[in-house]
Each structure stands twice: as structure tokens, then as C-alpha cells.
């Protein structure tokens, strides 16, 4: 299963109270994917840290350059660093969407990092990744590590660079296979270090989706999804939804559930927007947003969204009746079930 488990561990009502976990349906009870190796993290020497979660290396300085840059500068200081061997490695580069989220823990803040990391100088802000915007290619994905949100900013503005090298056997590609420029022109992918030279990540099958009994399977995953994106009927709250599906799986017998914000974020295409899905994706209905099952760690009274019309993962308030429901039956449990 090429989903990691968000590290979260604990349950919350609507007003960001923590409750108990069992019978409440959220990411703290059903705590689905792959497991955290313990240790997560152990140094390669003094400069460089291993994620043995996703076999990722990263350097231990989260803010090696000391101060922000724009998108082209960070992949232009990531192309210095291989030219001279940084920490021994020639192949640094800026980390693409999946790899840098897979660093973020959802029982977490200030930073959203798992508790035992070891690195130094993690700055509370957002962090450019190499995979451009498919619904505005002038900017790119960065995700802020002080509570774990992932959206895309201009690619001529300011913020941090932390270099990743190695490849992951887990994480699986984002689908973006194009390269753009700062002003969002597609250009050639040579020598670039974006996404979409790069590749990195698990394939994806050739035939991803396959139409089960009782819904869509990912191969991808081994996830299976209902087959329409619909769910309730209307946009609703979040304690709505998780009623919602408890329902569905008493009357149809199958043990639906709503997703994590790591499931729900696996089926995005980084190359595509309105909706943010692989191209012939079988699912009928697909509404602009949904909530996952994980709660904002940052702020309990809010849970974590995933906009499929852009591909964002960002967070909404638990009582406003603004989002939709995607079910999902899964097949692996995370620590401690």
C-alpha cells in the first residue's frame, strides 16, 4: 500500500474537544497505512537524515541557505549541490509534492513533523516543492510546516528550500510529466530538476482503475472508492459526513469509511485540474472538495480538505456545511490495530 499513515492518534468533536476514539470513525481510531518504521529517522552521518519511512534522505539543516528564495533559485541551488557533491551525493534536489507532505505528522505543529525527528532550523512557514500548479503553471506546490497545509504560490516569490535525494520505493509519482517556467510557459525538462524531469516515485499501473462489485479499485493503492463523488446529496458539515458513511455501511454491508487526508491526496494527478484526477478516471460526480477523517492538529475544530479542483490540501471548519463525502473501504491498518 503506497499510502504512509498520517500519524494521527487522537479524536475530536466539531469544537476541537478531544473525545474517545472508539465508534467515531476518525483518522485517530481507523489510523489506516503503512506503518512508521521506530525510529522514523536515523542520521547518515552528521549532515544528511534518513526517513525510513519512505527510504527519502534529507538534509539534517531544514534551512541550509538561511534565507527564502524563489522556485527557479531553489532548483538552481539543488543543481549546485549535485555539480559539488554536497554531504557526498549527486543528487540533490527539491523534493516533489509527495515527498515533502510525506514528511508531515498530523498529531503535530509548530513544526508538523513527527515528535522524534532530528532536524534543525525547521522554519514555520511554507517550503517550495519542484512540481508546478496544473491550474496556474506561473506557480508551484509548497507546503507550511507549521501546521501541515499544502498549496502552490508564485513562483517568483520567497520562501524555503530544503533538499531531498535518494528514491522512494513507497511514494508513489505525482503524474506531472511537463516542465514550465517562472511565468508558467511549458519549456523543456532537460537538466531542469522539476517534477516533471524527475519523475521520482513509484508508476503507476497501466490500468489504474478497475470497476469491482462495489465500487472503483485503485491499483495503485489497493484502496477502493465509491463509484460517484456525490455523497450526501449537498454540501455538508463534517460530523454530517461521518454520520453519513456510517450509514451507508450499515445499509450496504460494507464497511465504507471517510478517508484520510494521505487517501484522499493519493488520487491526485499533479498534472490535472477540475478535478485534479488521473484522465479517463471512472468516477461520476466528482465535486469541487471533500473532507478526509484527520483532524487540523494546528486547530481541532477544523479537519483537513482535500480541493480536488486544484489538488490543494487545505483545512475547513468542522460546522460549516461546505463539503462533500467520497467513501472509501480500505485494506491495511496502521500502529497499534
Not at 454540501?235 to 450496504?252: G, I, N
Request: hydrophobic share 35%; net charge negative; proline share 8%.
Amino acid at each position: 500500500m503506497h499510502i504512509l499513515w498520517t500519524g494521527q492518534t487522537g479524536c475530536y468533536d466539531s469544537r476541537g474537544r478531544e473525545i474517545p476514539c472508539p465508534g467515531s470513525g476518525q483518522d485517530g481510531e481507523i489510523r489506516p497505512g503503512r506503518p512508521w518504521p521506530d525510529p522514523r529517522f536515523r542520521f547518515i552521518g552528521g549532515d544528511i537524515v534518513e526517513d525510513r519511512a519512505t527510504g527519502l534522505l534529507w538534509s539534517a539543516d531544514a534551512n541550509l541557505f538561511s534565507f527564502p528564495m524563489s522556485w527557479q533559485d531553489g532548483l538552481d541551488v539543488a543543481r549546485q549541490m549535485r555539480r559539488e557533491r554536497a554531504f557526498g551525493r549527486d543528487d540533490w534536489r527539491l523534493p516533489n509534492r509527495r515527498e515533502l507532505r510525506s514528511l508531515v505528522s498530523h498529531q503535530a505543529k509548530k513544526p508538523a513533523l513527527p515528535h522524534d525527528h532530528p532536524f534543525r532550523n525547521v522554519f514555520l512557514g511554507w517550503y517550495w516543492t519542484s512540481t508546478t500548479s496544473a491550474v496556474a503553471p506561473g506557480y508551484a506546490w509548497y507546503v507550511h510546516l507549521e501546521g501541515g497545509r499544502m498549496f502552490y504560490g508564485k513562483k517568483d516569490s520567497q520562501y524555503l528550500v530544503w533538499p531531498v535525494s535518494g528514491d522512494s520505493g513507497v511514494l508513489p509519482a505525482t503524474g506531472q510529466a511537463t516542465c514550465f517556467d517562472m511565468r508558467g510557459n511549458e519549456v523543456f525538462c532537460d537538466h531542469s530538476g522539476q517534477d516533471g524531469e524527475l519523475q521520482l516515485g513509484v508508476d503507476w499501473p497501466s490500468e489504474r482503475f478497475v470497476r469491482r462489485e462495489h465500487g472503483i479499485e485503485d491499483r495503485l493503492t489497493g484502496l477502493l472508492w465509491y463509484d460517484r463523488g456525490d455523497l450526501p446529496g449537498r454540501p455538508a458539515a463534517w460530523e454530517q459526513v461521518l454520520a453519513a458513511v456510517k450509514t451507508l455501511a450499515s445499509k450496504t454491508e460494507i464497511p465504507w469509511r471517510l478517508p484520510t487526508i494521505n487517501e484522499l491526496e493519493s488520487l491526485v494527478d499533479a498534472s490535472a485540474h477540475a478535478p485534479a484526477l488521473p484522465r479517463q478516471h471512472p468516477f461520476a460526480a466528482v465535486q469541487p472538495a471533500y473532507w478526509s477523517a484527520t483532524t487540523s492538529y494546528f486547530e481541532p475544530d477544523w479537519a483537513y480538505v482535500l480541493y480536488f479542483d486544484k489538488g490543494a490540501v487545505g483545512v475547513g471548519f468542522k460546522m460549516n456545511e461546505e463539503f462533500y463525502l467520497w467513501p472509501v473501504v480500505g485494506r491495511q491498518r496502521g500502529p497499534g490495530l
